[in-house]
């Protein structure tokens, strides 16, 4: 009898996904983020002058690309003060402001969408029905109210930039609890006798993170423009502190006749939530299952 041909039995294993290159504007994004953060710490060494110090011979003194001197490479403002100073101190501020008013909003929505779901039923009902309120209020003409009745601090200021889109986590954080009490593994550990602090802050948060952390990337840009927008009415930073929106509130006056006080902060505040927002759309992209 013939032999029977010998058959190889093909590998059944799935080919090994080949990890995608990270795009290069996502790189410059988080380049530019480190910058950033480099400048804000960092502030105190590497700024020529003293944001406050005045130069009143050198008073409206052009960058060096308008044919400027060293001695001032982004040009003075109308009082001599030297714009590259103020802009790193200005950095400092708006992203210590920007940072605590994400943080603020995530945790507050958070807790409120994990008591939502805890409690169900009345709470549950109050929570939604305040979730709703916030979001048809304009929160633009609610801080203008507010900073205009209660004076100007910068402490007041970042808890009232935390209140907003607090909605969009008690929302995403209320879902997600749900669904992990659907699939059983949040029930197991309450079974075993685990305490609601427990179950939601060692088992359900981990689980939800990504895309906590995603949504937060994505508000980050916004309180940012919120910042400035109140900056740049007057409303935000007081003098004699600085930030990039009171730069560029200062400088509409001197648009015509000295554009480099307000261009710098202008190009600073773009290219930081660009920055923010590339990296939040790369991070749901490779965070989020469904996408997949």
């Not at 708006?94 to 909003?105: Q, Y």
């Not at 507010?146 to 004076?151: I, M, S, Y």
């Not at 009232?160 to 997600?176: C, D, N, P, T, V």
């Not at 509409?252 to 927002?277: C, D, G, K």
């Amino acid at each position: 009898m013939p032999e029977a041909p010998l058959v190889v039995a093909a590998s059944t294993a799935p080919p090994k996904r080949r990890r995608a290159a990270t795009p290069a504007l996502v790189i410059f994004g988080m380049a530019w983020l480190m910058l950033m953060l480099a400048v804000a710490v960092l502030a105190d060494v590497i700024a020529p002058y003293a944001y406050t110090a005045l130069d009143l011979r050198n008073r409206l003194s052009p960058p060096i690309l308008f044919g400027g001197t060293w001695i001032h490479p982004l040009g003075t403002d109308e009082l001599g003060r030297d714009v590259l100073s103020r802009l790193i101190y200005s950095i400092r501020t708006s992203l210590l402001i920007a940072f605590g008013a994400t943080i603020i909003g995530a945790a507050v929505g958070t807790s409120l969408g994990f008591l939502a779901a805890h409690f169900r039923g009345l709470v549950e009902q109050a929570v939604l029905a305040l979730v709703d309120f916030s979001a048809s209020l304009p929160f633009l003409i609610l801080a203008l109210a507010v900073l205009a009745f209660f004076g100007n601090s910068l402490g007041l200021l970042v808890c009232l930039l935390g209140l907003h889109a607090w909605e969009r986590y008690a929302r995403i954080a209320r879902g997600l609890a749900l669904a992990a009490g659907a699939q059983g593994y949040a029930a197991a550990v309450r079974g075993l006798g685990a305490s609601p602090w427990r179950i939601y802050g060692r088992h359900v948060l981990p689980n939800i993170a990504s895309t906590l952390i995603v949504s937060m990337t994505l508000a980050f840009p916004e309180v940012i423009l919120l910042e400035s927008g109140l900056s740049f009415l007057g409303l935000g930073v007081q003098p004699p502190e600085t930030a990039v929106g009171s730069m560029v509130g200062y400088g509409r006056e001197y648009l015509t006749r000295a554009p480099w006080i307000l261009l710098a902060p202008a190009s600073v505040i773009i290219l930081t939530t660009l920055s923010v927002s590339l990296i939040g759309d790369w991070l749901r992209d490779g965070l989020d299952p469904t996408l997949r």
